[in-house]
């Protein structure tokens, strides 16, 4: 019989967690298991895994540091809501709408991805830290002063208020400022959710096992090596930025259709979210995709759970997170893992063998 590969045999634990735990959460829901508050975090909790294991691929895969991956989140999120919104009259089935918001938001955040890239992925450590977070923090307030409405003499755009657009008896604003959109309808659910994580693994874990996948981890580990054996340094540093990218944009799209009301707040889309977004990475394990997936589930339901222990509940958070950091990181606990993961091998080997001359 055919042995699996070890990175085949990993992959295949990936996909069977994320299922397992689906198949779970409705089986609880289905009982009536779940609280209400529960339920409001299925979907979030999928929309922070699918962020994490896209950073990840930036972040983990590619080495370089960045802290704007919510504003790839906030362009996926706003253009995904005005299509929506915009294309109910031609597209009156909402699902297929959501379908073509999810493609166009990924393009969107995709294109912003290799715009911003191009100059900035020149940039090494801090430089590059700094910049892509001023580009999650531009994207965030140009969103917070555009104003753009539809009538029928086609759409407006105006960057002072809503009465500027000028528009036409029955015309309306579309996005509206501070107040963002309006109106989108609420059409994402959890199973959705889940779809689009095993899709963002099958992307990423394939990028990575793949050539190009060699070739990025090659520029990761050593630039000036990868770049004298003929890698295209700047070619697969794009590539890889822009596919994280639009996967953010896959996330911010989700993210936009489980609310009605789509607003560029901090909270949402500043500063905090890609610090959020990084912790997941951090604790997770870089370059560990399956960590990612565990540490995002973890993190977002730990608060809620620990809501009840209101007095010590940021306490046991804090503690809790010093605990993994120590986990993933610690050169003694690394040791420690792989000596048992080593002494299984070998428990496995002498079966296998005792088997064989049986």
Not at 287 to 301: D, E, H, K, M, Q
């Amino acid at each position: 019989m055919r042995k699996i590969k070890k990175t085949t045999r990993s992959n295949i634990i990936t996909y069977a967690l994320v299922i397992a735990a689906y198949i779970i959460v409705e089986i609880l829901l289905k009982t009536g298991n779940i609280s209400s508050l529960m339920k409001g975090l299925l979907v979030p909790v999928c929309i922070y895994v699918i962020m994490a294991v896209s950073l990840n691929l930036t972040v983990g895969i590619l080495g370089e540091l960045s802290l704007g991956h919510a504003g790839f989140m906030c362009v996926g999120a706003f253009v995904g809501a005005f299509f929506t919104n915009v294309a109910a009259d031609a597209i009156p089935s909402v699902q297929l709408r959501f379908f073509i918001a999810l493609i166009l938001g990924a393009i969107a955040a995709g294109i912003f991805g290799l715009i911003i890239g191009i100059p900035v992925l020149r940039l090494k450590g801090d430089y590059l830290a700094i910049v892509t977070l001023a580009f999650g923090e531009i994207v965030k307030n140009i969103i917070n002063v555009l104003y753009i409405g539809k009538d029928s003499a086609g759409f407006h755009f105006s960057m002072k208020d809503s009465l500027s657009l000028g528009l036409q008896e029955g015309g309306e604003v579309i996005i509206n400022g501070a107040q963002g959109i309006t109106g989108t309808p609420t059409v994402a659910n959890f199973t959705i959710g889940v779809i689009l994580i095993l899709i963002t693994l099958f992307i990423i874990i394939n990028l990575v096992h793949s050539r190009t996948g060699r070739a990025v981890m090659a520029i990761r580990d050593n630039l000036i090596a990868a770049e004298s054996v003929g890698i295209n340094i700047t070619k697969y540093k794009l590539l890889a930025f822009a596919v994280s990218a639009s996967l953010a944009g896959v996330a911010g799209v989700l993210y936009a259709h489980n609310l009605s009301t789509l607003t560029a707040l901090p909270k949402n889309f500043g500063y905090n979210m890609s610090i959020t977004i990084l912790v997941f990475v951090v604790l997770g394990g870089i370059g560990n995709i399956r960590g990612s997936v565990i540490s995002a589930v973890i993190l977002t339901i730990l608060p809620e759970v620990l809501r009840g222990l209101n007095a010590y509940r940021m306490l046991i958070y804090a503690v809790i997170l010093i605990a993994m950091m120590l986990f993933n990181a610690s050169p003694k606990t690394r040791e420690f893992r792989e000596r048992i993961i080593q002494e299984i091998s070998k428990k496995k080997i002498g079966k296998n063998k005792d088997k064989e001359a049986a």
